[in-house]
T-cell receptor, first 114, second 112 residues
Framework: GAGVSQSPSNKVTEKGKDVELRCDPI?????LYWYRQSLGQGLEFLIY????????KSGLPSDRFSAERTGGSVSTLTIQRTQQEDSAVYLC????????????FGPGTRLTVL | RKEVEQDPGPFNVPEGATVAFNCTYS??????FFWYRQDCRKEPKLLMS???SGNEDGRFTAQLNRASQYISLLIRDSKLSDSATYLC?????????????FGKGNQVVVIP
């Protein structure tokens, strides 16, 4: 079956612009995660969605970052007024119910802020 | 102290040899443990969960040592295709059911 998909695969933007990243999780997965991975660094948790519950936003690094998940499926991560330090690979993952289930990752969006 | 610590390596391993590495975690009450594999410029994929009694999947063996708060991964008869970064992943209790803590990974390079 289809895995997690993300778009775009690459995004180059200028400092100060807004960007929107998209994630399509595996159908039927109620849990959705966003992570950020900078060069040589581990995965940094950003936000977690579980069904209709309020998302866990505790990993978002600043108020320039926001995310939503519509209809319990597709999610978008928005970064406003991008900064050079936002450059990273943004990974989305989904799992059946929660963290004890296997997380299936998408291929990521490589964001470069010039 | 970081939640999960790994020696980044690289671990250069001759093809056919055995390689083992550990990962330490800071919270003794952590309950769930995993090894994920990440190939260069690719997304992480689950390699195996780590159970209290230890578990084996083909050439891969994972162990959990709660007393010393580490998990280990052993790869026997290394193949060139085993070259990757192996991420140690833990679910600390203060994260509830919401998130996992990922280590930076152990980079393994299998040499012909």
């Amino acid at each position: 079956g289809a895995g997690v998909s993300q778009s775009p695969s690459n995004k180059v933007t200028e400092k100060g612009k807004d960007v929107e990243l998209r994630c399509d999780p595996i159908s039927g997965h109620t849990a959705l995660y966003w992570y950020r991975q900078s060069l040589g660094q581990g995965l940094e948790f950003l936000i977690y969605f579980q069904g209709n519950s309020a998302p866990d936003k505790s990993g978002l690094p600043s108020d320039r970052f926001s995310a939503e998940r519509t209809g319990g499926s597709v999610s978008t991560l928005t970064i406003q007024r991008t900064q050079q330090e936002d450059s990273a690979v943004y990974l989305c993952a989904s799992s059946l119910r929660g963290v004890t289930d296997t997380q299936y990752f998408g291929p990521g969006t490589r964001l470069t802020v010039l | 102290r970081k939640e999960v610590e790994q020696d980044p390596g690289p671990f250069n391993v001759p093809e056919g040899a055995t390689v083992a590495f550990n990962c330490t975690y800071s919270n003794s009450a952590s309950q769930s443990f995993f090894w994920y594999r990440q190939d260069c410029r690719k997304e992480p994929k689950l390699l195996m969960s780590v159970y209290s009694s230890g578990n084996e999947d083909g050439r891969f063996t994972a162990q959990l040592n709660r007393a010393s708060q580490y998990i280990s991964l052993l790869i026997r008869d290394s193949k060139l295709s085993d070259s990757a970064t192996y991420l140690c992943v833990v679910n600390p209790p203060y994260y509830g059911n919401n998130r996992l803590a990922f280590g930076k990974g152990n980079q393994v390079v299998v040499i012909p």
